[in-house]
């Protein structure tokens, strides 16, 4: 008896590992893919209903208009540049020559933009 309880004791006493397994469970309760979700909060801003709001934002709050003719006034400003290397081939400044020809072309290409 004296045996068997101290093999006992020895059992009880002997550290037990413990894990805890964490995973999830249950949802946001908002429809979501990839971090981005899929259904406004409010359903007046879903498009189009959506617009004479942000249009009424974009034109009357002071913030808002101060942000938005920065960055037009500096994306007016951007210019385009094809960077050509050390020591240009032809075909390097035919290529260049090719990209400036149709900037115009292109959307929000503006012809004369080239920057020497």
């Not at 934002?57 to 290397?85: H, K, N, Y």
């Amino acid at each position: 008896m004296n045996r068997l309880f101290r093999r006992k004791t020895k059992e009880l006493a002997a550290p037990k590992e413990t894990r805890l397994v964490f995973y999830e469970a249950g949802t946001s309760g908002l429809k979501e893919a990839s971090g981005y979700v899929n259904e406004a909060y409010n359903q007046s801003l879903f498009w189009p209903q959506c617009y004479p709001l942000y249009s009424r934002i974009r034109r009357s709050m002071p913030e808002i208009v101060m942000i938005r003719q920065a960055f037009t006034s500096w994306a007016r400003s951007v210019g385009f540049v094809v960077d050509l290397p050390e020591d240009p081939t032809d075909d390097d400044k035919k290529y260049q020559e090719f990209i400036y020809s149709v900037l115009a072309d292109m959307e929000g290409g503006r012809p004369g933009s080239k920057i020497p």
